[in-house]
């Protein structure tokens, strides 16, 4: 039996935490590019006090965006890279101070539009760059882009 390896991305600071698990597609083989990229993903955080689970779903294109402006941050330390899924379920943005540090801006919504959000900032550091790009890389090689979509 091949055991199938857990992916992840997964940010964490002083306790707070953020973590999505992309689970499976939501719909395979549609004549539709669009319907073939959705993925059911648990996402799991905490700030503070509070913390939730719930599951949303992130298009592959979400998550190969993010890969490719997270890369050049190991090098480019003023730089921004942010992740937000279009159903507006979470929205993470990173933005270096030009010296090595990180500030990671979290809003989850469990029900956009009308449910409840949580909102935390947590600190991320330039060594942690290439562990968070290898992990995106699990992800899209699990979920590749499928069809023709300009990133």
């Not at 002083?14 to 689970?23: F, H, N, T, Y």
């Not at 996402?43 to 190969?64: H, L, P, R, W, Y």
Request: hydrophobic share 40%.
């Amino acid at each position: 039996m091949t055991e199938i390896q857990e992916i992840y991305f997964e940010i964490f600071d002083a306790g707070d935490i953020v973590r999505l698990e992309p689970k499976r597609l939501v719909r395979e083989g549609s004549e539709v590019d669009y319907d073939n990229n959705w993925i059911v993903t648990t996402v799991t955080v905490k700030g503070g006090k509070f913390s939730g689970q719930f599951d949303a779903e992130f298009m592959t294109i979400d998550f190969e965006k993010f890969k490719q402006e997270l890369r050049p941050l190991y090098d480019n330390l003023n730089g921004s890279a942010t992740f937000s899924g279009l159903e507006g379920q979470l929205e993470l943005k990173i933005v270096g101070d030009g010296i090595g540090h990180f500030e990671v801006r979290v809003v989850a919504c469990d029900h956009p539009g009308y449910g409840a959000q949580l909102s935390f900032i947590m600190g991320l550091d330039q060594t942690s760059i290439k562990e968070l790009v290898n992990q995106l890389d699990k992800i899209t090689k699990r979920f590749p882009v499928i069809g023709d979509f300009k990133i």
